[in-house]
């Protein structure tokens, strides 16, 4: 018997405020003139909307869905269209049965050159929602050569499959006009499923005179924000923001430079930064407090290195988060570690722990990295630790041995990049679930349809991970025919171990549905001129709380793509949102961890979720509950899922 099941995916309501940037699938109603607002723009003081998750298929023939979820802001310099994206972030947590004070309207359109920008989009409907079964969040910053835009967004969900619900804010602007100079330079940071956005702030790149001044870390609630510009700017000496009621300063002015900042999320309690800075420290704050501490870092590690990552999904009995960062055994020594902080909801630390690379790391399957102990993590270099990404290092769950895991982007001289996960529960096992040369299959067990390639400055990005082990990450892809192109690929976590799936890629084409247009993804971030992008993949990038308890939201990373809008092309820059396909994946009874085959793996994941409701196929007997019974009739049900 076949059960099947509509997820919906993680989603946020977008907060957005008077100097909107558009955030859809849209083209313009005057085909190859872009739709993107300004900053600045005069408008509502939010604009919700709808987009709704085009299908893919991968490599192994699994369904995924994909959508330009956010676009950036209008250049204010004449001369480019739209501003590049910058970092991106995913929210730690998602919240779920969301309900509204009064109905929220949000505009619904599905044909080519509707959508929000009155001067350049016909309108659309309009769809009223008392609330969401489940809301996330997601931010980005977009940046030209000076000017910088921190935005925040909530997206909600329903049971309607493939449809994010996005009400999207600014948070922050870097000038009070268009062409007026920066009173700073803004980088995230993070944002958590109430809308919560968290920024770094410094005075890089300004020359006003009231630019403003030392490291700064700032907490905007998305939700309180008024319409107009909210801008940072130093007044007699002391740094403000223009919207105060909306935003507070976690750390004003320091003289130690500051990371960019991960957060612990207000689902846990009250919201808080979870900061790291040069000086060895950690820094848990809210308005008005913070603490300073170096109980964060183990003691047999000499420093940190790297952006923080906070995990709650991946939490265990014993703390409401983990917090990860690279480190050092030795100040003269590589960055070849990983420091693990448990956390309880206000911060304090439970437990730390700290893993190193083995000389060598192996896959078992005849790859081996590190042989001369020389390998070491390099993706902290360069903007990183000022612009952003955060989450060098990912924690998540492997289902196969219910072990908390790790997992870091590692370069060896001589063989390049590789992605090293490591047990953080007990053994400390290490292996690699991605390295370059690793065939890309077709299938599990499948034939190779092409291999992670070798490019300069960086052949992968830092991983993600989720519920279930898989990891995710960007790469140089070379396919067996075809150009090479930079890839959004899954590690999927197997009981023979890791083994690649072909997500999306550039050259890609989809045809948006609220657009009713092809677009082509010309770009997916993965480096600069030097190193990693700031707006390519890092932990933060990957949501784990999914609906319906499923262990992956989805993934977001900032692309460019061109629409064909009749003919002309139309191009923007945004940020792409890859999520499973809700509305033709398929649960059958027992397949537990929803890999379409029921097999030992599944009775793993059963025995975790004793005694509770997961409205899946763990729950095999269809009982509402999982127990003994399940295990028992799910080793009846062992083979391929039905079609």
């Known amino acids: 018997m076949q059960k099947i099941h509509r997820y919906a995916v993680g989603a946020s309501a977008l907060f957005a405020v008077a100097g909107t940037t558009l955030a859809q699938d849209s083209v313009s109603a005057t085909p190859g003139t872009v739709d993107s607002l300004s900053a600045y723009n005069a408008g509502a003081a939010e604009i919700r909307f709808v987009v709704d998750l085009a299908p893919i298929i991968s490599s192994w023939s699994n369904g995924f869905a994909v959508a330009p979820v956010l676009k950036t802001s209008a250049d204010p310099d004449p001369l480019f269209d739209t501003q590049l994206v910058g970092a991106v972030a995913l929210s730690p947590d998602l919240r779920d049965d969301i309900v509204f004070g009064s109905a929220r309207d949000f505009l619904v359109w599905t044909g080519a050159g509707a959508g929000i920008n009155p001067a350049l989009n016909t309108a659309g409907t309009i769809e009223s929602l008392g609330g969401f079964d489940h809301q996330f969040a997601l931010s980005f910053v977009d940046l030209s050569a000076s000017a910088t835009n921190a935005a925040g967004a909530t997206i909600g969900l329903t049971s309607e499959p493939n449809r994010l619900y996005v009400t999207r804010t600014i948070g922050l602007m870097s000038r009070f006009l268009p062409a007026a100079n920066d009173f700073a330079t803004l980088s995230i940071g993070a944002i958590d499923a109430d809308g919560n956005l968290t ?24 939700p309180a924000r008024a319409a107009g510009v909210n801008t940072l700017i130093n007044v007699g000496g002391t740094n403000i923001a223009t919207d105060a009621p909306s935003t507070a300063y976690l750390v004003n002015d320091s003289a130690v430079t500051l990371n960019t900042p991960a957060a612990l999320p207000e689902s846990l309690g009250t919201p808080r930064g ?61 960055t070849d570690s990983i420091n693990i902080a448990r956390l309880l909801a206000d911060g304090s630390v439970v437990s730390t722990l700290s893993r190193t690379l083995p000389s060598p790391i192996t896959d078992g399957a005849g790859y081996t990295a590190n ?69 890309v299959l077709d299938g599990e067990n499948g034939s190779s349809i092409g291999t992670i390639a070798s490019a300069a400055p960086a052949s992968i990005s830092a991983p993600g991970i989720d519920l279930d082990g898989h990891v995710y990450f960007i790469a140089a892809f070379q396919p067996t025919a075809g150009p090479a192109a930079n890839a959004l690929i899954k590690a999927v976590n197997t009981a023979s171990g890791y083994q690649l799936e072909l997500l999306v890629k550039e050259g890609d084409s989809v045809t948006g549905v609220n657009s009713a247009s092809a677009y082509t993804i010309d770009r997916i971030a993965l480096a600069d001129s030097d190193s990693i992008a700031s707006g390519s993949f890092f932990a933060s990038s990957v949501i784990q709380s999914g609906a319906g308890g ?3 939201g989805g993934a977001a990373f900032g692309a460019q793509i061109t629409y064909d809008n009749g003919g002309t092309p139309e191009t923007y820059d945004t940020v792409l949102f890859v999520a499973n396909d809700t509305a033709t994946n398929t649960l059958c009874l027992g397949d537990c961890d929803a890999s379409g085959v029921v097999n030992f793996n599944d009775l793993v994941s059963m025995l975790f979720l004793f005694g509770s409701d997961p409205g899946d196929g763990c729950d095999a007997d269809e009982n509402g509950n999982v127990d003994f019974n399940d295990l028992v009739a799910t080793l009846f049900l062992f083979g391929p899922c039905p079609e």
């Open 550 to 552: 499923a262990p992956f």
């Open 371 to 439: 042989s001369a102990g020389d390998a070491q993590f390099t993706h902290y270099l360069s903007q990183e630790s000022f612009r952003g990404g955060n989450g060098q290092v990912a924690v998540g769950i492997d289902s196969i041995s219910g072990s908390r895991i790790a997992a870091a982007t590692a370069s060896d001289p001589i063989l390049g990049e590789f992605i090293a996960v490591v047990d953080i529960t007990g053994a400390s096992g290490w292996t690699v679930a991605a390295h370059i040369g690793k065939d």
């Open 199 to 222: 920024v770094r702030a410094d005075e890089f790149n300004t020359t006003d005179a009231n630019a403003i001044t030392g490291d700064n870390i700032v907490q905007i609630d998305l």
């Open 274 to 334: 979870a900061i790291l800075d040069f000086a060895g420290n950690s820094i848990v704050a809210t308005p008005g407090s913070a603490t300073t501490s170096t109980a964060h870092l183990d003691a047999s590690l000499e420093s940190q290195r790297g952006n923080p990552y906070i995990s709650t999904a991946a939490s265990d009995m014993t703390s409401d988060a983990y917090f990860a960062s690279l480190g050092k055994l030795s100040a003269s020594g590589p």
